[in-house]
């Protein structure tokens, strides 16, 4: 199938670290990806990952990856109020001779005071 | 550089309507594509247009349609509205060539079926 799954909601304090969480489907997926959608803004890549790389680290994200798992997560350190918004975890999915990008339901993250 | 640009913000149609949604992309991108955001269910790959040309689509019914022009903006046409079409549609763009996270995405249509 093509199911990416996350959990829908997710709750931290400010200053706290944010861990979202990720399953996807395919094995053979190239790269995956975070997306971070805004209220009225389209869809900003935070980042992505080579499927050949166990972890990637970009300021505040730290992405982490276990193959084996099919598992994928994204730690926001230091979260801020304006960290709130909701997170898709992508992963690229070849269909015949193109590929595509098959999205999760996205996380709503809520970074409370 | 303007980003992807998509019209109009929000419509609004009743069951069996038609709707047309636009997109311009980033000027120089010769990819379009199309996605559906319902409610629950994520983002939905809907349509991917390059050089004026279908290259791939999702599993979508037929009445969903759409096209690209000599310019590279594109349309998304919806036939036949259902309830259940009543969602964000995003569109984004990409250059020739690039990867599939080079996609730049646009700020949606929000269509509602009523």
């Known amino acids: 199938g093509e199911d990416v799954e996350q959990s829908l909601f997710l709750s931290v304090r400010e200053g706290d670290s944010s861990v979202i969480n990720c399953t996807y489907t395919d094995s053979s997926s190239t790269y995956l ?11 900003q890549l ?3 990952i080579f499927s050949n790389m166990d972890m990637k ?14 598992h994928l997560s994204l730690r926001i350190a230091d979260t801020q109020t304006g960290d709130s918004a909701i997170y898709f975890c992508a992963e690229s999915m070849k269909t015949g001779t193109a590929s595509k990008l098959t999205f999760g339901t996205g996380t709503r993250l809520q970074v409370t005071l | ?21 636009r997109c311009s992309p980033i000027s120089g991108h010769t990819s379009v594509y199309w996605y ?17 040309e279908e290259r791939n689509r999702g599993n979508f ?35 020739l060539g690039a990867a599939l996270h080079e996609q730049f ?7 509602t079926v009523l």
């Not at chain 2, 009445?63 to 310019?71: A, E, H």
Request: aromatic residues 12%; contains cysteine.
């Open chain 2, 61 to 95: 019914p037929p009445r969903f349609s759409g096209r690209q022009f000599p310019n590279y903006s594109s349309e998304l046409n919806v036939n036949a509205l259902e309830l259940e079409d009543s969602a964000l549609y995003l569109c984004a763009s990409s250059a």
């Open chain 2, 1 to 21: 550089e303007a980003g992807v640009t998509q019209s109009p913000t929000h419509l609004i149609k009743t069951r069996g309507q038609q709707a047309t949604l």
């Open chain 1, 46 to 48: 935070l980042t992505y």
């Open chain 2, 36 to 52: 559906q955001q319902a409610l629950g269910l994520g983002l939905q790959f809907l349509l991917w247009y390059d050089e004026g």
């Open chain 1, 33 to 43: 990806y975070w997306y971070k959608q805004e209220p009225g803004a389209g869809l």
């Open chain 2, 105 to 111: 995405f646009g700020p949606g249509t929000r269509l």
């Open chain 1, 57 to 70: 680290q970009d300021q505040r994200l730290t992405v982490l990856l276990n193959k084996k798992d099919k």
